[in-house]
């Protein structure tokens, strides 16, 4: 069993989870930022990690999602400024599923993820602020311990 675990992340967030995932894998393992992944087809397990941009997987994941084949057994983990659980989120991780339609997902986690301060004022003084927004104030902090046992839980019971 290899695993390859691949993330993208601006403020750090994502790597966080990044990181959980690929501590807690069996076997044989990689961890790559996207802008290095290797070549995929090597891997029995390929954990993708992603921030919400625009209601949707940030672009560089959702190009690394779009190379996945349909055997590539598949995780799929996220950060975003919106409430975990919300129809956002949800949103946004089927967009991401629908990009690897013919990938085998073998399940998913998000959580919350501090929004860098700078972007939320930019985002403040747009005329339609987008949905998630109001969510933001309570990203703070996150991803943190219990997002981290959560996710642990998870990764363990694949
Ligand atoms: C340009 C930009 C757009 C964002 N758009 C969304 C969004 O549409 N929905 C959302 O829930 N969060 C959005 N966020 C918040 C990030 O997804 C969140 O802070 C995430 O944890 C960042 O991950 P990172 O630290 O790994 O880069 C946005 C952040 C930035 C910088």
Do not use: R
Request: aromatic share 8%; charged share 25%; with cysteine.
């Amino acid at each position: 069993m290899k695993s390859l675990v691949v993330y993208s992340s601006q403020s750090e967030n994502t790597k966080k989870l990044a990181d959980v995932v690929y501590e807690n894998l069996d076997g044989e393992k990689d961890i790559f930022p996207v802008e290095d992944a290797p070549l995929i087809k090597e891997y029995d397990f390929i954990a993708v990690g992603f921030w919400l941009m625009a209601g949707k997987p940030d672009p560089k994941s959702a190009q690394f999602l779009e190379k996945l084949g349909k055997d590539d057994n598949l995780f799929l983990f996220a950060t975003h400024g919106a409430a975990k659980g919300s129809e956002h989120v949800q949103n946004a991780v089927n967009h991401a599923i629908g990009l690897t339609d013919t990938a085998k997902i073998a399940g998913s986690f998000t959580c919350q993820g501090e929004v860098n301060p700078k972007v939320l004022e930019k985002v403040k003084q747009k005329p339609q602020p987008p949905i998630w927004l109001a969510d933001a104030a309570d990203a703070v902090g996150h991803p943190n311990e219990d997002d981290f046992v959560a996710l642990k839980k998870i990764v363990a019971e694949l």
